[in-house]
């Protein structure tokens, strides 16, 4: 905090917080959870990989900012779960969408598991996408970590959790978005 107050990283454009604890970037959909918006620096903004791919660009055209998700752009969301297999957080976030399918489907949401180099899908048939290259786009963690990264129609990351949310959560970032985005 600086002067009377006034936070330089709500300067953002579009920036609210919510009482839910969620901080959303509504021009670009971008939602960061109040434990990681507490990490930014304070007076200064770090040059994040992802923000830049959502700024970037000639003439106002962005790159598409996840190819290897191209086949799902403008049909459905996608929710990529970045699985390890010596951790139990990936079983306890599939058992809880497991138990919510019909509002994940209902909301167009594919889940789609990486684990390793396999990328294998939760609730319908396997798609032929390459583990690699999803990771790559999705800037995801290592082979050995856990993440959740909620994929819009537009392609633009919506959400990003590095641990178990419940489903409610997801729904609630999915039905905030406008009609066009999710």
């Not at 507490?38 to 003439?59: D, N, V």
């Not at 167009?108 to 990328?119: D, I, K, P």
Request: proline fraction near 7%.
């Amino acid at each position: 905090m600086t002067e009377a107050g006034h936070d330089p990283r709500d300067e953002l454009a579009g920036t609210r917080r919510a009482a839910d604890g969620f901080i959303f970037l509504t021009p670009h959909g971008l939602i960061f959870t109040q434990q990681h918006w507490a990490a930014l620096p304070q007076g200064e903004f770090p040059m994040l990989r992802s923000l830049f791919r959502e700024f970037a660009g000639a003439g106002g055209k962005l790159d598409d900012p996840c190819p290897s998700l191209a086949s799902f752009r403008n049909r459905c969301n996608v929710l990529v779960i970045f699985e390890d297999s010596n951790d139990d957080r990936p079983i306890r976030q599939e058992e809880e969408l497991l138990h919510h399918e019909k509002n994940l489907t209902d909301r167009n949401v594919t889940v789609l598991r990486v684990a390793g180099g396999g990328v294998f899908q939760l609730f319908e048939e396997p798609y032929e996408l390459n583990a690699d290259d999803i990771r790559r786009d999705l800037q995801g963690p290592e082979n050995d970590e856990f993440e959740m990264v909620l994929v819009g129609t537009d392609g633009m990351t919506k959400l990003r959790s590095y641990a178990p949310l419940p489903t409610v959560v997801i729904l609630d970032v999915l039905d905030a978005l406008p009609p066009s985005i999710s």
